[in-house]
């Protein structure tokens, strides 16, 4: 079965530098959400997008935006990088706006190191 | 918001040796309920979950029991095995009311030795 796809799996940025992630959801999949898991941290929400529109927004920086397109694929636009910003970013896809039964499938994540 | 709250490891268990790893919630409503798990060097995988009060979720014969009086989800499994090594987090929406972020417990190391 078709999972979520990241790219790319890895990045090495410097510091001040920009990043942009990409994700691509399942087929027929219409939501989706980004989340950022530090070194031995819980992964924490970022921002979500249904039906390319943003639907909740969660603890993002201000240097980062991110966007759903007609085809449904996201990106997170990360700017002027500091070193905390080192982390695996996940993306993950779901079915609909948002109900108690929806599940969400993770891709493999993006690790991204800033030196 | 709503949250998880789950036992801290690393847990260390013998092959076929029982698992029990605690997960107690607070939420306004009843959210769904989830347990996620992640391999080495992996992402996450859902490995099961419940949507209403005493549902048992249940897959690879880990099962959890959605317990409304006790607010808990407990993660529980007859025999581990050397495979079953990684990390375990437990999760529900982030609000109950609105959106369907997910917000993570801590997580729980397992590693279980042959």
């Known amino acids: 079965a078709a999972g979520v796809i990241q790219s790319p799996r890895h990045l090495i940025k410097e510091k001040r530098e920009t990043a942009t992630l990409k994700c691509y959801p399942i087929?027929?999949?219409?939501?989706v959400y980004w989340y950022q898991q530090g070194p031995g941290q819980d992964p924490q929400f970022l921002i979500s997008?249904?039906?390319?529109?943003?639907?909740d927004k969660g603890s993002i920086p201000d240097r980062f935006s991110a966007q759903q397109f007609s085809d449904y694929h996201s990106e997170l636009n990360m700017s002027s990088l500091e070193l905390g910003d080192s982390a695996l970013y996940f993306c993950?896809?779901?079915?609909?706006?948002?109900?108690?039964?929806?599940?969400?499938?993770f891709g493999p994540g993006t690790r991204l190191t800033v030196l | 918001g709503d949250s998880v709250t789950q036992m801290e490891g690393p847990v260390t268990l013998s092959e076929e040796a029982f698992l029990t790893i605690n997960c107690t919630y607070t939420a306004t409503g009843y959210p769904s309920l989830f347990w996620y798990v992640q391999y080495p060097g992996e992402g996450l995988q859902l490995l099961l979950k419940a949507t209403k009060a005493d549902d048992k979720g249940s897959n690879k014969g880990f099962e959890a029991t959605y317990r409304k009086e006790t607010t808990s989800f407990h993660l529980e499994k007859g025999s581990v095995q050397v495979s079953d090594s990684a990390v375990y987090f437990c999760a529900l929406p982030l609000n109950s009311n609105s959106g369907y972020a997910l917000n993570f417990g801590k997580g729980t190391s397992l590693l279980v030795t042959p």
């Open positions: 997008f249904y039906e390319k529109m943003q639907s």
């Open positions: 993950a896809s779901s079915r609909g706006a948002g109900a108690r039964t929806d599940t969400q499938y």
């Open positions: 087929p027929r999949h219409d939501t």
